[in-house]
């Protein structure tokens, strides 16, 4: 079995949307979009998980943020994405929206819009904001 991947609820979605106009507002005025990914982890035949659904450095982690290619931009609507542990997020104590909330705020915090030294949002060729990994 491989990882799951899916995508987020309506009312994830709403989450993100809120999270990004409360606490990253100059992500949305460069129109950086931002979207969501859930990964449930590999499991064996019995339901065990087999190691972790995300990883980072080396650590399992409860999401992490992924930016899409100039080249993936061309055929996906985003300009980053925020994988998300969907089993914590689900069973293992992430349900509360507040805690969701916490967890975007922080993933966001990482997405960081590339400016000039007049403070304008560097472009892609597809008129898209660039994006650092912060
Ligand atoms: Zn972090």
Do not use: C
């Not at 399992?60 to 100039?70: G, H, K, T, Y």
């Amino acid at each position: 079995m491989s990882k799951k991947f899916s995508e987020p609820t309506e009312a994830d979605e709403m989450l993100l949307t809120a999270a990004m106009a409360q606490y990253r507002p100059e992500l949305v005025a460069a129109k950086a979009r931002v979207g969501l990914i859930m990964v449930q982890a590999v499991r064996d035949q019995h339901g065990q998980k087999l190691g972790p659904a995300l990883s980072h450095h080396g650590h399992s982690a409860l999401a992490r943020v992924r930016l899409v290619s100039d080249r993936d931009r061309v055929h996906t609507p985003f300009d980053v994405l925020i994988e998300i542990d969907a089993d914590h997020w689900e069973l293992e104590g992430g349900q509360d929206p507040k805690q969701r909330a916490a967890l975007l705020h922080h993933e966001l915090l990482h997405v960081e819009v590339k400016r000039n030294r007049n403070n304008d949002v560097l472009r892609d060729d597809q008129d898209r904001p660039r994006i650092d990994p912060g």
